[in-house]
T-cell receptor
Framework: EPEVTQTPSHQVTQMGQEVILRCVPI?????FYWYRQILGQKVEFLVS????????KSEIFDDQFSVERPDGSNFTLKIRSTKLEDSAMYFCASSESAGLSDEQYFGPGTRLTVT | AQSVAQPEDQVNVAEGNPLTVKCTYSVSGNPYLFWYVQYPNRGLQFLLK??????LVKGSYGFEAEFNKSQTSFHLKKPSALVSDSALYFC???????????FGRGTSLIVHP
């Protein structure tokens, strides 16, 4: 069964450094998402991406964040200058279509630790 | 705004017993409701969804959910719990404009042998 994959599984970085989290969505999916989950808290939406542009973004997704689909398979989330509060689990997801009744498929996550 | 609430942080059940994980919703219009499961060190996995029709929805791994309009609830159920069902369970509702799901805070299900 096709899966969303994410690398790395764990990233440790120093405050102020840039990080890039990578995702390979399911190959025939057209819609891509990033979420984050701070330890013990809710899963929060960051951004959605379709047709090579951002379709929705949350208040969390400020100028420090950017997303890119550099080739036909990868989908990346960049955090330009990490802060301690960026420490969280980051999940990538994809879906074939994006309607009220459409489920999303999630990757295993990247645990980002900012020190 | 669409929202869901999961009133229990944790549910404990013995293997072989029935389990229920609760979710209540607040939506405008007809509700679309989802359950996802998160096993340790894994991403969220879709379990089942309610769109319209039968109030009892069947999903993966023997799970089902009962939609109750009068109680605005969408509780997840399984007749006989397995130890391997131990995981985090999230109820979710999509935003009516963006279709982005809002997740509940999650309920940790612990099934004891």
């Amino acid at each position: 069964e096709p899966e969303v994959t994410q690398t790395p599984s764990h990233q440790v970085t120093q405050m102020g450094q840039e990080v890039i989290l990578r995702c390979v969505p399911i190959s025939n999916h057209l819609y891509f998402y990033w979420y984050r989950q701070i330890l013990g808290q809710k899963v929060e939406f960051l951004v959605s991406f379709y047709n090579n542009e951002i379709s929705e973004k949350s208040e969390i997704f400020d100028d420090q964040f950017s997303v890119e689909r550099p080739d036909g398979s990868n989908f990346t989330l960049k955090i330009r200058s990490t802060k301690l509060e960026d420490s969280a689990m980051y999940f990538c997801a994809s879906s074939e279509s994006a309607g009220l009744s459409d489920e999303q498929y999630f990757g295993p996550g990247t645990r980002l630790t900012v020190t | 705004a669409q929202s869901v609430a999961q009133p229990e942080d944790q549910v404990n059940v013995a293997e072989g017993n029935p389990l229920t994980v609760k979710c209540t919703y607040s939506v405008s219009g007809n509700p679309y409701l989802f359950w996802y499961v998160q096993y340790p060190n894994r991403g969220l996995q879709f379990l089942l969804k309610y769109i319209t029709g039968d109030n009892l929805v069947k999903g993966s791994y023997g799970f089902e959910a009962e939609f109750n309009k009068s109680q605005t609830s969408f509780h997840l159920k399984k007749p006989s719990a397995l130890v391997s069902d131990s995981a985090l369970y999230f109820c979710a509702v999509p935003d009516r404009r963006s279709y982005i799901p809002t997740f509940g805070r999650g309920t940790s299900l612990i099934v004891h042998p």
